[in-house]
């Protein structure tokens, strides 16, 4: 158990809709970040919190948008969903913003399909 | 951009065989080199690492060494397991920064 909790586990939903996924770091920790693992695109990186605020952004659409909480969770939120949205969404935490190296505990995932 | 490139899978072996999985990258300046593994239905778990060239990295029985001069991490265990079946991914960050980058993972099946 790494210490990072997701919900849902499961998410089906139809084309168009609007779904929000949460995340809930280790304690302690500041630095959420948020990946998508699709078979044909692998595992991307998608964007990262630190502290409340945007530190990185990565292959995000504009139909997807996050944000990390006052009390440290962070939420990421998917609309006009389409078929190829359908993947395993996993959320990571790590301690601190830089430095030589952060590891990032991984979440046990969404998984998303889009019908 | 940063990039990293590993093995294409399945790679099936016998109970105590020797693994080796290829990894190589792209990048500039001086990047961490981690392999992750993802066991069937969890979420990735760190496996080793290694933040500057020639650091060998190992856990678990898995090694792995940064070669900057062939900019590759190889993973290597000499004996496998049934349990160390699961997906391993090799990733680099850049030094100062926490953004991760993914190879497309190696699914290991190991038989008895």
């Known amino acids: 158990d790494s210490g990072v909790t997701q919900t849902p586990k499961h998410l089906i939903t139809a084309t168009g809709q609007r779904v929000t996924l949460r995340c809930s770091p280790r304690?302690?920790?500041?630095?959420v970040y948020w990946y998508q693992q699709s078979l044909d695109q692998g595992l991307q990186f998608l964007i990262q919190?630190?502290?409340?605020?945007?530190?990185a952004k990565g292959n995000i659409l504009e139909r997807f948008s996050a944000q990390q909480f006052p009390d440290l969770h962070s939420e990421l939120n998917l609309s006009s969903l389409e078929l190829g949205d359908s993947a395993l969404y996993f959320c990571?935490?790590?301690?601190?913003?830089?430095?030589?190296?952060?590891?990032?505990?991984f979440g046990p995932g969404t998984r998303l399909t889009v019908l | 951009g940063d990039s990293v490139t590993q093995m294409e899978g399945p790679v099936t072996l016998s109970e105590e065989a020797f693994l080796t999985i290829n990894c190589t990258y792209t990048?500039?300046?001086?990047?961490?080199l981690f392999w992750y593994v993802q066991y069937p239905g969890e979420g990735l778990q760190l496996l080793l690492k290694?933040?500057?060239?020639?650091d060998k990295g190992s856990n678990k029985g898995f090694e792995a060494t940064y070669r900057k001069e062939t900019t590759s991490f190889h993973l290597e265990k000499g004996s496998v397991q049934v349990s160390d079946s699961a997906v391993y991914f090799c990733?680099?960050?850049?030094?100062?920064?926490?953004?991760?980058?993914f190879g497309t993972g190696t699914k290991l099946q190991v038989i008895p």
């Open positions: 290694a933040t500057k060239a020639d």
């Open positions: 990571a935490s790590s301690a601190r913003l830089a430095g030589t190296y952060n590891e990032q505990f």
């Open positions: 304690s302690g920790d500041l630095s």
């Open positions: 990733a680099l960050t850049p030094g100062g920064y926490q953004k991760v980058t």
């Open positions: 919190y630190y502290n409340g605020e945007e530190r």
């Open positions: 990048a500039t300046g001086y990047p961490s």
